[in-house]
């Protein structure tokens, strides 16, 4: 099992920043690749990041492309997403979620049906 704990979701305006937290426990944090995503009310769970194992490297879709980061340190068994120019939009609450990274090598992580492991989210509004 691994258990994920989101943190840093808040109020922001417009074009400002926040930049989440997920720490994971449970098991070994490095073989596992991670994935951010949300949920707006009344609509579906959408992708926001992903960063792949054992590359590391990143995905975005294009809404958040160039304005977000996912990085993770392995160290502090922690996943980050740095969200920059915030709009209206980007509010919903947001979710880290882990998978077994040998068994996705080349998957670029956009389907949330293939992550075993959820936190409980961390809500983000954007005010205009």
């Known amino acids: 099992q691994v258990q994920l704990v989101e943190s840093g979701g808040g109020l922001v305006q417009a074009g400002g920043s926040l930049r989440l937290s997920c720490v994971a426990s449970?098991?070994?944090?490095?073989?596992?690749?991670m994935g951010w995503f949300r949920q707006a009310p009344g609509k579906e769970r959408e992708f926001v990041a992903s960063i792949s194992w054992p590359a590391g490297s990143t995905y975005y879709p294009d809404s958040v492309k160039g304005r977000f980061t996912i990085s993770r340190d392995n160290a502090k068994n922690t996943v980050y997403l740095q969200m920059n120019s915030l709009k209206p939009e980007d509010t919903a609450v947001y979710y880290c979620a882990a998978r077994y990274g040998p068994k996705y090598i080349g998957d670029t992580g956009g389907d949330p049906k293939t992550y075993e492991y959820w936190g409980q989210g961390t809500q983000v509004t954007v005010s205009s």
């Open positions: 449970g098991r070994t944090f490095s073989n596992y690749a």
